[in-house]
């Protein structure tokens, strides 16, 4: 069974930084990408980064330059630093792996950032 665990939220004053990590246990047999998505309170699930099979990354626009994804295979774990973190990154965090067939999600961490 595979199974998603985040870690690293907390409060965090406006302009600070977070490192989330997640580490993926359980057998899969392939990964095509794996993120981290977001949810404030009262709006739907977005997505925050994404690191791709071959290592290419993405960022949503609101992010782009201040956050950072990264992998590190051997540890089975995906981190996402958080820097100039603004109020407004205020949300849940989720990571999540695509295996092409299924996603798995973990069950989120929670990033304060009080302004």
């Known amino acids: 069974q595979v199974q998603l665990v985040e870690s690293g939220g907390g409060l965090v004053q406006a302009g600070g930084s977070l490192r989330l990590s997640c580490v993926v246990s359980?057998?899969?047999?392939?990964?095509?990408?794996m993120g981290w998505f977001r949810q404030a309170p009262g709006k739907q699930r977005e997505l925050v980064a994404i690191?791709?099979?071959?290592?290419?990354?993405a960022y949503a626009d609101s992010v782009r330059g201040r956050f950072t994804i990264s992998r590190d295979n051997a540890k089975n774990t995906v981190y996402l630093q958080m820097n100039s973190l603004k109020s407004e990154d205020t949300a849940v965090y989720y990571c999540?792996?695509?295996?092409?067939?299924?996603?798995?999600w973990g069950q989120g961490t929670q990033v304060i950032v009080s302004s």
């Open positions: 999540n792996l695509n295996s092409g067939v299924q996603n798995y």
């Open positions: 359980g057998w899969i047999f392939s990964v095509d990408a």
């Open positions: 690191v791709r099979k071959g290592g290419t990354t």
